[in-house]
């Protein structure tokens, strides 16, 4: 018996052989810049509590080109990865209901309605 095992060899570029690796590769990219929006957030909490002009300063920051252009990126990166994850979510979760399966569409149903309705709630509660 060998004591060395075998190891085979990965390329770099093994998730561009197939469109299923590649979309799976975007969505785990899409989550970087959902992390790094929730970074942008947790700067803004601390800028606000450092007072009137550091949160002014934060405002006019995110409100420059660059930062019209990041939010831009990070929301349709956003729509990407939700729409992909509910699309896989009767796959990750499946229900049973009295012994049945729940169908597919209603999860992602679900999911999308209850995706309008927190909008809705933070919409109508920022007065727009």
């Not at 979309?23 to 606000?48: H, K, N, P």
């Not at 007072?51 to 831009?72: C, E, K, R």
Request: charged content about 10%.
């Amino acid at each position: 018996m060998s004591r060395r095992p075998y190891l085979r060899k990965v390329e770099r570029s093994w998730w561009l052989q197939h469109p299923r690796y590649i979309s799976y590769m975007i969505r785990e990219l899409t989550s970087l810049f959902v992390g790094l929006y929730c970074v942008l957030l947790a700067v803004g909490l601390v800028r606000l509590s450092q007072g009137h002009s550091a949160w002014d300063g934060f405002v006019a920051n995110l409100s420059s080109p660059l930062g019209i252009s990041f939010q831009s990126i990070c929301l349709v990166f956003a729509v990407y990865h939700s729409v992909t994850w509910f699309a896989l979510t009767p796959k990750a979760m499946p229900l049973m209901v009295k012994g049945e399966p729940v169908p597919g569409i209603a999860i992602v149903g679900a999911h999308y309605v209850a995706w309008a309705v927190v909008s809705a709630v933070v919409l109508i509660g920022a007065g727009i």
